[in-house]
């Protein structure tokens, strides 16, 4: 029997695809938000997990070297698209949060309590409700950049950035505890060869998503190495904070809107 590794759909991770994984696995696309249940149920014996998530599974997983998903500063595949400029999106506002986030939400409402105060949030509501601001992620992020594009355009990783002086993770590779050393081992040396081979995968993954988004080339390809792989000292401090911090202030605060939420979103 296979055993399943998760990857989200989005091209940031597409290069996954191209390098075939160990011969006993087999790859399966998750959004952020399911991603976390899955390997909650087993489902998953391996999974690019979002950070936001990984509270939900203490205890059952370890990491797969240092290999995730991060930035340094603006990733334009983590934006929020406002009618108003982001200091002015109070608790008179309303935020349409992302239906895939299992991170990206609690990351936005951390930077709008430091900018406007943890007692004067805007109202979050969920996808498909007319808001002042909505948050949109992954390739979906990056095509409404170039298409439809808003009078404010706040890159989430590039606040963290600017805020505290780390790269911001979204994602980190896990594998399950009880999986063996050499399946360990075994899925390390794939992620390791698809690092290795970037230069190699990345025009080819650029092209590919420029057809399927309608933006250049160019552009995707100016993406693609704005994304981390390596989950380096910097990037560890970044994710540390980002779960202390997170723990600290609490999770999205409840109202009738979110209760709608919880279902989707870890």
């Known amino acids: 029997m296979s055993n399943l590794i998760g990857i989200v ?55 797969l070297s240092s290999f995730g998903i991060s930035a340094r500063g603006c990733i334009d595949s983590v934006l929020l698209f406002s009618r108003r400029p982001f200091d002015q999106l109070d608790s008179g506002c309303s935020i349409t949060l992302s239906g895939e986030s299992a991170t990206s939400n609690h990351l936005l409402k951390l930077l709008l309590g430091y900018e406007l105060g943890f007692d004067n949030l805007p109202c979050f509501t969920p996808p498909g409700e007319q808001s002042d601001a909505e948050l949109v992620i992954g390739d979906a992020a990056l095509q409404r950049l170039h298409h439809a594009p808003a009078p404010y355009i706040i890159d989430l990783a590039r606040c963290w950035q600017e805020r505290h002086g780390l790269p911001f993770v979204f994602a980190r590779w896990i594998i399950r505890s009880d999986a063996s050393a050499a399946l360990q081992q075994s899925l390390s040396g794939w992620l390791e060869s698809v690092s290795a081979s970037r230069d190699q995968w990345l025009p080819q993954v650029a092209q590919a998503a420029a057809a399927q988004l309608g933006i250049t080339t160019e552009a995707c390809e100016a993406y693609l190495h704005r994304v981390h792989y390596r989950i380096d000292t910097p990037e560890q401090q970044g994710q540390i904070l980002f779960q202390q911090e997170v723990k600290r202030h609490g999770q999205l605060s409840p109202s009738p809107a979110l209760d709608r939420l919880r279902s989707t979103d870890s």
Do not use: H, W
């Open 9 to 63: 759909p989005y091209i940031n991770m597409r290069a996954y695809s191209l390098v075939p994984p160990p011969a006993d696995c087999k790859l399966i696309q998750l959004s952020p938000k399911q991603m976390i249940q899955a390997f909650k149920n087993g489902t998953l014996t391996a999974a690019a997990v979002p950070i936001g998530g990984l509270c939900e599974i203490k205890g059952k997983y370890t990491f």
